[in-house]
């Protein structure tokens, strides 16, 4: 079982190694540092199993949206659930904030998170080209819409209680 703690200095240099391992354009130590140091409007977890760091996820809000700014697991961890978890952990933040939508990007070539982001009734509500500028891949920009409502909160329940049958 995971656990979503917050994203502090001390633990960016592990983040990078994943963004490194992850992202073929990783967000440098700089942009970590500097959404880090906004008190408002953002919210970085990372994910442990025990003391490991597996994962990690950022939010922005404004107004009643969430932005999910940035997800990943680490290679070795993947396929275990984990990125489940991390939006599980996600969606509740943004819940618990106030926010009534969740937007991301994600690349159009990306099948594996496009599918975990539809179980969480994330669609494609538009394309932004060239996107990801080093390989000059579009990304789909995806949104979940209601996340305040009765009927996402037991969508939310559901795949908890998937996740829980699978543990």
């Not at 906004?38 to 490991?52: H, N």
């Not at 819940?95 to 969740?102: K, L, P, T, W």
């Not at 394309?127 to 819409?145: C, S």
């Amino acid at each position: 079982m995971i656990e979503l703690v917050r994203m502090r200095r001390r633990d960016l240099r592990r983040v990078m190694a994943i963004e490194h391992a992850v992202f073929p354009e990783p967000w440098s130590h700089g942009v970590f540092v500097s959404e880090l140091s906004l008190r408002r409007g953002r919210a970085y977890r990372v994910a442990r199993i025990g003391k490991e760091m597996v994962g990690y996820v950022g939010l922005m809000f404004v107004e009643e949206e969430a932005h999910v700014t940035t997800v990943a697991v680490a290679p070795e961890h993947q396929g275990r659930g984990i990125g489940t978890q991390i939006m599980l952990g996600a969606v509740r933040i943004a819940q618990d904030e106030g926010a009534r939508h969740v937007s991301l990007e994600v690349a159009v070539g990306n099948e594996r998170a496009q599918g975990l982001y539809r179980r969480f009734g994330f669609m494609p509500v538009g394309v932004r080209k060239g996107y990801y500028q080093l390989t000059g891949e579009d990304a789909f920009v995806m949104w979940a819409y209601d996340i305040d409502s009765p009927g996402y909160r037991e969508r939310i329940a559901q795949i908890e209680a998937e996740e829980a049958r699978r543990a």
